[in-house]
């Protein structure tokens, strides 16, 4: 590859536009409804439906066994399915579990509980080594886990995605089903940190 | 196919719980592509997916000299691999349209 003249490779950028162009001229894609879906998934669709989906967990024991046994049914009850939304399997953290996701092949996420995926997530390194040192890689991120907790690494596939209900933190008692939402991250859900209480 | 819409006023996601999603706009757009496609018939999802990770695997092997690992850039190779695949774009005519497009007067394209 010489780095200029007209062999030279284009910016992807480009390519992203040329491809978008013929596809329109096909009638294979139509923009508006092409920006629909980007809109969608960047404001929309986020890690705020698996708050959700954890809030009602914690809240409603019922719902909690229901969503532990049959996640995919149990999300689906609060609205949220779709595009790789598909067999989702949730697994409880405890005081003596912890269950940390990764996607060793890709990337495969929940997306409509989970929005897109971090770009750490996506990166080869934590896809890499959260299998082989997850208490050290998990440390890096900020979350030490005492010696005695077991630490179970959940590997995505097309199959199954994972969603790690997190520990419901001490304190929060008092606190409604929309405000505890509002303390569930997107880390906590994949399993990379911790709720804490406000 | 997408999630639904709803989402309560006050509980429009709060930004610290969310991230930026895209580095740069192609991404999106190469992310928008792939779905709206997808959504269409255009292809299975298992179809894209076995694509994206023969290019991941391959970038991986390669030791990666020549370029760094970008998600969206395996993304939308993998795209223009399945379209390929099924005759509806050719590798060749996304070069020469990108090409053109390269081309645009001084001012058209800020990107630089």
């Known amino acids: 590859m010489t780095p200029t003249g007209p062999d030279a490779p284009l910016p992807v950028a480009l390519r992203a536009e040329a491809l978008e162009q013929l596809l329109t001229e096909r009638g294979l894609i139509d923009p508006k409804v092409m920006n629909g879906i980007i809109t969608n998934y960047e404001s929309n669709v986020g890690p705020l439906n698996g708050a959700k989906v954890v809030a009602r967990a914690w809240t409603d024991p019922e719902y909690r066994r229901r969503l532990l046994d049959d996640g995919t049914a149990a999300i689906k009850e609060l609205g949220f399915s779709g595009t790789q939304g598909e067999h989702i399997v949730v697994v409880e953290n405890t005081a003596t579990t912890h269950n940390v996701v990764v996607c060793t092949l890709c990337s495969c996420y929940p997306w409509p509980v989970l929005g897109l995926p971090p770009s750490w997530y996506k990166d080869p390194a934590y896809r890499s080594r959260v299998v082989a040192q997850p208490r050290t890689v998990l440390s890096e991120m900020g979350l030490d886990l005492a010696d005695d907790v077991r630490i179970i690494v959940r590997d995505s596939t097309s199959e199954v995605r994972w969603l790690v209900l997190p520990e419901r933190p001490a304190g929060t008692e008092h606190l409604s089903e929309a405000e505890l939402a509002s303390l569930v991250t997107r880390d906590a859900m994949v399993g990379v940190a911790k709720v804490e209480a406000p | ?112």
């Open chain 2, 1 to 112: 196919m997408t999630a639904p819409l709803e989402i309560e006023g006050p509980a429009a996601p709060p930004r610290s719980n969310g991230e930026l999603v895209f580095a740069e706009p192609w991404e999106s757009r190469a992310f928008g592509m792939a779905v709206a496609l997808y959504e269409a018939g255009a292809f299975t999802w298992p179809q894209f997916r076995s694509e994206l990770i023969a290019r991941i695997a391959a970038w991986e092997i390669s030791g990666a000299a020549d370029e760094p690992y970008n998600y969206y850039r395996l993304w939308l190779a993998a795209l223009e691999e399945v379209l390929a695949g099924l005759c509806a774009v050719s590798t060749d005519e996304v070069t020469t349209r990108a090409r053109a497009l390269a081309g645009r007067p001084e001012g058209h394209d800020h990107r630089h």
